[in-house]
């Protein structure tokens, strides 16, 4: 009699076990993966391809900063944010996270780049003394960095001409 309650117990608890996993994968599944940026993986990803000539003039330092001010910018474009984890409880649902496609230029962030740069006083190993293809071959790498974790989407084409030209 005791082996049948053994077997009966064990069984009830497999299947609750069962039930739970199977509800928690099935509401994890509905969601949308979760991009997670690291600043330290994206400084070494970046700084390792970067061209030998920038690698000549700007440190990890330069580089952190660099990607700092690029994603400083994509914030205030409404491209990336600080806090993106869906939770429920804060207030913050999956669904209102990802918002309309958004579009930043490369030059734009660049220009925004090189007036961080002028306001820090520079870089903080290559100084003032930073060409701008250095600067736009850490934003390339950043973007690719990005296109790598799936945190960006593919380039778009330019939207057609509304002159009719």
Do not use: C, N
């Not at 220009?111 to 100084?127: F, H, K, N, S, T």
């Amino acid at each position: 009699m005791a082996a049948v309650l053994i077997a009966l117990a064990v069984v009830a608890v497999v299947v609750i076990a069962l039930v739970t996993v199977g509800g928690v994968v099935g509401s994890l599944s509905k969601q949308p993966p979760l991009r997670v940026f690291s600043v330290e993986e994206a400084v070494t990803w970046v700084a390792d391809r970067l061209p030998d000539e920038a690698t000549a003039v700007l440190s990890f330092d330069d580089v952190h900063a660099v990607i700092g001010w690029a994603m400083d910018f994509y914030e205030s474009k409404g491209v990336a944010r600080e806090a993106t984890t869906p939770d429920p409880d804060k207030g913050i649902e999956a669904a209102a996270l990802p918002g309309p496609p958004q579009i930043v230029d490369d030059a734009e962030t660049l220009a925004y780049v090189l007036l961080q740069i002028e306001a820090a006083g520079g870089l903080p190993d290559a100084g003032t003394e930073v060409r701008d293809t250095d600067l736009a071959a850490v934003l390339e790498a950043t973007e690719a960095y990005l296109a790598a974790i799936g945190a960006v989407g593919s380039a778009v084409d330019a939207p057609p001409d509304p002159s009719g030209a």
